[in-house]
């Protein structure tokens, strides 16, 4: 019996261990800079020299870290950076009311392999950073592993991994090319979207 309580504890452990905790996910404020469902700051289109796409109703931009001003880049640096790791673009998209509801962050890289070598295996700065979520949030909702037919054409396409934590208030999903030949294939993607605001305010009434 000591024994069966014994098991049972180190279950519930495990499980709380590796459980999503969507506590912590959804009272997460992750910018300073901006705010989910406000307006993208005009402060912000002014120093980016960007202009919002608008599609259907609803607003993206697009803005590069290097094109920024020194001074820019300090007042949204929240924008490019995310548990330590550094991001050269990042887009911020609307719905339909011009409410935020989108922040993406992300970067292409070069593996820097030699010609004869194949990385089956994601980047340290990739593996890092979901450790660091994983204990922050605990285990993903979805997981995405490269098969074995991605293996065969690694060196042309890439592989790619994805993971997602999905709660009331926020999805965080962060997916990885990598290893291949082209350095515009090999992109590292982070998205954090608001739930809150990710339909238009008339439809979430209807």
Same mark, same amino acid.
């Given at each position: 019996?000591?024994l069966?309580?014994?098991?049972?504890?180190?279950?519930?452990?495990?499980l709380?261990?590796?459980?999503?905790?969507?506590?912590?996910?959804? %009272?997460k404020?992750?910018?300073t800079?901006?705010?989910?469902?406000?307006?993208?700051?005009?402060?912000?289109?002014?120093?980016?020299?960007?202009?919002?796409? /608008?599609? @259907?109703?609803?607003?993206?931009?697009?803005?590069?870290?290097?094109?920024?001003?020194?001074?820019c880049?300090?007042k949204? @640096?929240?924008?490019?950076?995310? &548990?330590?790791?550094?991001?050269?673009?990042?887009?911020?998209?609307?719905?339909?009311?011009?409410?935020?509801?989108?922040?993406?962050?992300?970067?292409?890289?070069?593996?820097? %392999?030699?010609?004869?070598?194949?990385?089956?295996?994601?980047? /340290?700065?990739?593996?890092?950073?979901?450790?660091?979520?994983?204990?922050?949030?605990?285990?993903?909702?979805?997981?995405?592993f490269?098969?074995?037919?991605?293996?065969?054409?690694?060196?042309?396409?890439?592989?790619? &991994?994805?993971?997602?934590?999905?709660?009331?208030?926020?999805?965080?999903?962060? %997916?990885?090319?990598?290893?291949?030949?082209?350095?515009?294939?090999?992109?590292?993607?982070?998205?954090?979207? /608001? %739930?809150?605001?990710?339909?238009?305010?008339?439809?979430?009434?209807?």
């Amino acid at each position: 019996m000591k024994l069966f309580c014994y098991s049972f504890l180190a279950l519930l452990v495990s499980l709380k261990l590796h459980s999503q905790s969507c506590k912590e996910l959804d %009272r997460k404020q992750f910018f300073t800079s901006i705010k989910f469902g406000n307006k993208i700051p005009s402060a912000l289109l002014n120093c980016s020299g960007s202009k919002a796409v /608008s599609y @259907a109703g609803s607003a993206t931009l697009r803005i590069q870290f290097d094109s920024l001003t020194p001074a820019c880049k300090k007042k949204y @640096a929240d924008l490019f950076t995310f &548990q330590g790791l550094s991001f050269s673009f990042s887009q911020l998209s609307t719905n339909q009311e011009g409410q935020l509801m989108l922040a993406e962050m992300y970067s292409f890289f070069d593996d820097d %392999r030699s010609d004869d070598s194949i990385i089956y295996s994601p980047p /340290s700065n990739f593996i890092r950073l979901s450790a660091k979520l994983e204990s922050l949030y605990g285990k993903p909702t979805y997981l995405q592993f490269p098969t074995k037919t991605d293996s065969l054409f690694i060196k042309v396409k890439g592989m790619e &991994q994805v993971i997602k934590w999905g709660c009331n208030n926020y999805d965080l999903y962060v %997916r990885i090319r990598y290893g291949s030949r082209d350095k515009m294939l090999n992109v590292i993607l982070l998205q954090i979207r /608001s %739930r809150n605001f990710d339909v238009p305010l008339e439809v979430q009434s209807q």
